[in-house]
């Protein structure tokens, strides 16, 4: 079964905009994490933000922020004042940590253009 | 120490033939992963160590696949008779082993089978 649902199409966002990358995930594990990895053209993944499942607060890194709703399983991504540099694949990754787990499950990614 | 180094960064080979990729973690990282992401999808796990002990393994991770971590630092991930659905973009990771923390990923290795 898919942990991790990302499908929203490619999208274009102006420079300078905000934009969410929407995120849903599905666990009975009551202790897990969320994170957010970009990956430009390169191909390197580079970490975001990490929210987890007992955090009472948002997480919040710079220009990213994570829009945490644990009822509704979604975990979205706000990027604010978009920069050319942001268009890249976006995606979200879950570990569920019971039983020693340490894998990230990710969802398919998001692509992100930022046009200036 | 800049990160996780991953080498080659593209590997062509013709299909039957065998291939070894190599991945320097961060220095104090002791888990080290390994993720085969291809065109369109997000990175799939491969198998996971702790220091040199080899703890998980996913089902992707048929019998020509193998992996090693001897010392705990270094790993190498060997593919022995190619195939081309091997062909794929293969990712390493390290992280701490304390809490819940996020995984560090090198540039990858692309491997091309013709």
Redesign the interface.
Known sequence: AQKITQTQPGMFVQEKEAVTLDCTYDTSDPSYGLFWYKQPSSGEMIFLIYQGSYDQQNATEGRYSLNFQKARKSANLVISASQLGDSAMYFCAMRETAYGNNRLAFGKGNQVVVIP | DTGVSQDPRHKITKRGQNVTFRCDPISEHN?L?W?RQTL??????LT?F?NEAQ??K?RLLSDRFSAERPKGSFSTLEIQRTEQGDSA?Y?C?SSLSTG?T???????T?LTVV
């Open positions: 888990r992963y993720y369109g999808q997000g990175p799939e796990f996971y702790q703890l998980e996913s973009m990712l990771a819940n996020e995984a560090f990923f090198g540039q990858g692309r």
